[in-house]
């Protein structure tokens, strides 16, 4: 049982930055891999970027690589998703989830947040 909470969603113009938080509360937080996804309207869940539990294994989609940077502080349960270079095409809900690995899958996150959402305009 582990609840998550995704914060810090908004509207950004193109070019522009943001950063989201996920917290987390319930069970240990460490012992997870924890994994952004994100969702546009009329559209399937996607990868976005995932991190090992200790932090030390990172990987992302190709689409936000060298844009987007995942992090996590294991001892405020939180990861973050800090998003550079913002574009129209990011436009979505994103969500947070939590799972025993790292992979690029929803159907292998056990837990889920309720999502942010994030609004580009150009």
């Known amino acids: 049982q582990v609840q998550l909470v995704e914060s810090g969603g908004g509207l950004v113009q193109a070019g522009g930055s943001l950063r989201l938080s996920c917290a987390a509360s319930g069970r240990s937080f460490s012992s997870y891999s924890m994994g952004w996804f994100r969702q546009a309207p009329g559209k399937e869940r996607e990868f976005v970027s995932y991190i090992s539990t200790s932090g030390g294994i990172t990987f992302y989609a190709a689409s936000v690589k060298g844009r987007f940077t995942i992090s996590r502080d294991n001892a405020k349960n939180t990861v973050y998703l800090q998003m550079n270079s913002l574009k129209p095409e990011d436009t979505a809900v994103y969500y947070c989830?939590?799972?025993?690995?790292?992979?690029?899958?929803?159907?292998?996150?056990?837990?889920w947040g309720q999502g942010t959402q994030v609004t580009v305009s150009s």
């Open positions: 989830a939590a799972g025993r690995y790292s992979t690029t899958y929803p159907r292998d996150y056990n837990y």
